[in-house]
């Protein structure tokens, strides 16, 4: 039986990760500071631990492991990236993570890694146009992102290559652009914009008010995590490293968002427009080099993703509000 470490097994997508690679007949180790918040985690072991920690990433990676995923990192919605307060952490915990487990890795010959880098990598200037046309992979250099996310994620992506070049790994690293779906964060202070829009709608009465920050211009492209995971798979089972952007190329507006998520509601809402950290003006993903290297590309619309997502928060929202803990701002 194959042997597959999940890094980051406690979050959104490595929890995600971990029930599909059980599906595909691994035997999968987990860890993370923390358990999946939202269902049990169906990894065969889990290992609880920081991995800024090297003692701990020598305990993780005891073995020699047939595929590595590192998705472990310091990370959030514009709520936590954009405000400047966590920078110093960003920075500091992720790129120490990185350091640690390519070490671990290379101690017990465990060659085949996976990084989860991000579109936050592109520069900032090619990002100033609502009706962004795609950033494609060549795009990164001149290196300018727009958050200390990003340039943590562009060093960490250099960092792969190196040890590649130098100790012979087995390195894949794709940039992932949104990547939503239920059991993710929603009210914690580190959810993204689909989650907080599907949250503010669930919460509103109909014909009632959802905040949107900014004036709801800005435009994105989210990826449904069912389809993240394909291409991650996919990725990490051909003969290139990448990088390579993992997202969809179907733009929305956060207006735009907003109203899809109250038409999947059945609900009217009032758009009230408010100050708050915005990031870039427009960002699309150029699923160019993806379809010609892997044969595939994203494709699942993204009201049939949001749907899903709508249901799930819903649900969550109705079971805080039982509680008296709902947060509906």
């Keep these: 039986m194959k042997k597959a470490l999940v890094c980051g097994a406690g979050g959104f997508i490595g929890s995600h990760l971990v029930k599909r690679l059980k599906r595909e007949g691994f035997w999968v180790r987990g860890t993370d500071l923390k358990y999946p918040r939202f269902s049990e985690t169906e990894a065969d ?10 003692s701990v990433c020598r305990e993780v990676v005891d073995t ?3 595929e590595v995923y ?23 915990n992720s790129a120490q993570i990185n350091l640690n487990m390519l070490e671990a890795c290379r101690r017990r010959n465990s060659w085949r890694i ?19 046309p795609g950033l ?13 996310y990003g340039w943590e994620k562009l060093f960490s992506e250099r960092l792969y290559m190196a040890y ?13 652009h949104n990547i939503f779906g239920p059991e993710g964060a929603w009210n914690d202070g580190k959810e993204k914009a689909p989650a907080a829009i599907c949250r503010k709608v669930a919460a509103a009465d109909n014909g009632g008010e959802v905040e949107v920050w900014g004036d709801g211009n800005q ?10 995971l394909e291409g991650t798979t996919r990725l990490m089972r051909q003969g290139w490293q990448g990088p390579v952007n993992i997202g969809s190329d179907e733009m929305v507006s956060i207006n735009g968002l907003a109203d899809m998520a109250a038409s999947i509601a059945g609900k009217t809402v009032v758009k009230r427009h408010i100050p708050g950290p915005l990031g870039v003006r ?27 997502t709508y249901a799930w928060i819903a649900q969550q929202v109705q079971i805080a509000r039982q509680r008296g803990t709902a947060k509906a701002a």
């Design 164 to 176: 590649a070049r130098n100790h012979g790994f087995d390195v894949r690293i794709a940039r992932y």
């Design 114 to 132: 996976f990084y989860s880098s991000s579109a936050c990598i592109y520069p900032e200037s090619r990002q100033m146009d609502p009706n962004n």
């Design 70 to 92: 590192q998705l472990a990192a310091d990370m959030g919605g514009a709520g936590y990236i954009f405000t400047g307060e966590n920078d110093a952490d960003v920075m500091h």
């Design 45 to 54: 072991d889990f290992i609880l631990g920081d991995l800024r920690e090297m």
């Design 282 to 308: 427009g960002r699309n993903s150029d699923n160019t080099l993806i379809s010609e290297k892997l044969d595939w590309r994203p494709s699942q619309p993204l009201r049939d993703g949001l749907a899903k």
């Design 136 to 148: 494609a992979e060549n795009d990164a250099y001149p290196a300018g992102p727009d958050s200390e």
């Design 64 to 66: 020699r492991f047939d």
């Design 219 to 228: 435009t994105r492209s989210f990826l449904y995590i069912d389809e993240c």
